[in-house]
């Protein structure tokens, strides 16, 4: 059944009414407007213990600590902040009022300025009790704010702090429709690019999941998470960093795909002199590629993520199909040098899909986006069809009317062959792999890593038919 959009000031005024609902609010700049709503719909009594703005940097500094990076539009500040005032929401009431549920709400934004020079992007987070006297529970997120006006931001940031409030009293049972609420009234004008669901309420709650289900519902085209499965963002982690993306199917990881992780940041590092401690390789895998043709199986997508994880990767889940989107994503975090590893066959797919559809324009402007920002292509070989012969970027079938572009972009090494592969695995395809697993035929375990056929046959993964013990009595 389609839920119904409820309006931000009854959301404020169905919370106020509860009279079981109880706790503060805490805003650092441009987050101001959450408790507004409450206090406007009348009631809040019932809702409010505490509002506080420590705008002041010092004030705000005595009151949570100093922040080691100096910033205070981060996830640690916004951490603090919930660990300060959910602790006093104890120590002050924790005795007083033992039928309530108490939380404590924090923001931490800065909206667009003047000059339009900062877009306007915050963290957000609520920490929660879902039965008296019980353990908390929390909800974390970062947005960004598309509105190109300081005051509309704000508002929306309003918006958004009631609707968190409101799914994490409401919606606690369905993690999606959570999720979702999030962006009631807000299509547009925010983009919610991580939530992280903690908590005993959310033990069963795989926050792989939530990114994946994040893009699925639009409220981002990029999330990410880490080798542990916690939702990451890239402000906290690849700020002026050098980042190198590998799309994939990874359905499984086969030698193949291992090998262009790293020969490609192999070449990537040497290429640019870079500092191997100042660069990330970030495994994609794009809503399209998990669709395969049909619905998003999300099984499907946690043994990948599975397999990614126990190789110590951390992931990208997006619907960037074009290159674009990503990079543009990317761009915000003052990336230092990009590089993007792609499989020959599935760039003369791109080229030829954009030239022969009629779309040359298209194509060109492609190409112009992608390498006006300095973006590296790292392509890796495939062999012919039906030959021993390699197919690469300098041999690429391209089609006449784009061959010109094509040879300045390799003369200008904007487009370079990945180097150092191993040609004895080039005959590796992941679909085939994928049919013989499943199938339980032999040979596969050779096509992929010792720990990735382990970890496939202890966990059941991709369909691998499991042996299932009989017992005779």
């Known amino acids: 059944m389609k839920r119904k959009t409820i309006e931000p000031e009854q959301k404020a005024l169905e919370i106020n009414l509860n009279d079981r609902i109880y706790g503060t609010f805490s805003e650092i700049g441009a987050g101001q407007e959450v408790a507004r709503y409450f206090f406007q719909v009348g009631a809040a009594a019932g809702t409010i213990a505490k509002t506080m703005s420590a705008y002041d940097k010092v004030y705000s500094d005595r009151i949570y600590g100093l922040e080691a990076s100096g910033r205070y539009i981060c996830e640690s500040r916004l951490y603090k902040m919930l660990d300060h005032e959910y602790g006093l929401m104890e120590e002050r009431l924790g005795d007083n009022r033992p039928d309530t549920l108490f939380f404590a709400f924090a923001d931490t934004v800065s909206a667009i300025n003047y000059t339009k020079t900062v877009k306007g992007q915050g963290w957000m987070g609520l920490r929660f009790q879902t039965e008296p006297e019980g353990p908390s529970n929390e909800v974390v997120l970062h947005v960004k704010m598309l509105d190109n006006d300081n005051r509309q931001q704000q508002q929306a940031i309003g918006i958004l702090g009631v609707n968190l409030v409101y799914g994490c009293f409401h919606y606690m049972d ?98 640019g002199e870079l500092d191997k401690k100042k660069t990330w390789v970030l495994p994609e895998i794009t809503l399209n590629n998990l669709r395969d043709g049909g619905e998003i199986n999300e099984q499907d997508f946690l043994d990948r993520a599975e397999i990614l994880g126990a190789l110590g990767q951390t992931v990208i889940v997006s619907d960037c199909e074009e290159y674009a989107k990503l990079i543009n994503y990317l761009s915000d975090y003052k990336i230092q040098k990009l590089g993007i590893v792609i499989g020959v066959r599935v760039l003369l797919e791109v080229i030829n899909e954009k030239y022969y559809q009629n779309k040359e324009g298209q194509l060109l402007a492609a190409f112009g986006e992608l390498f006006s920002k300095n973006v590296k292509l790292y392509v890796y070989p ?92």
């Open 174 to 271: 369905d993690p999606e429709t959570l999720l979702i609420s999030l962006m009631d009234n807000l299509r547009d004008r925010v983009e919610v690019d991580m939530v992280r669901m903690n908590g005993p309420y959310f033990k069963d709650v795989d926050n792989r999941l939530i990114s994946l289900r994040m893009v699925k519902n639009g409220l981002t085209d990029v999330a990410m998470f880490n080798a542990e499965g916690k939702n990451v963002h890239p402000s906290e982690f690849l700020y002026k960093k050098n980042v190198l993306v590998v799309r994939g199917s990874y359905r499984p990881a086969t030698h193949v795909n291992i090998d262009m992780l790293d020969v490609g940041k192999t070449q990537f590092v040497r290429d």
């Open 382 to 473: 495939a062999l012919q069809e039906g030959s021993a012969e390699l197919m690469n970027c300098h041999n690429l079938p391209i089609p006449d009317g784009i061959s010109f572009l094509y040879k300045h972009l390799l003369h200008n090494e904007q487009m370079v062959d990945i180097e150092g592969f191993d040609p004895e695995i080039l005959h590796i395809y992941s679909k085939e792999v994928l049919r013989m697993l499943r199938g339980d035929e032999a040979g596969w375990e050779q096509m992929v890593t010792p720990k990735v056929a382990a970890l496939i046959k202890e966990k059941c993964l991709f369909g691998f038919p499991c042996e299932r013990l009989e017992f005779e009595y």
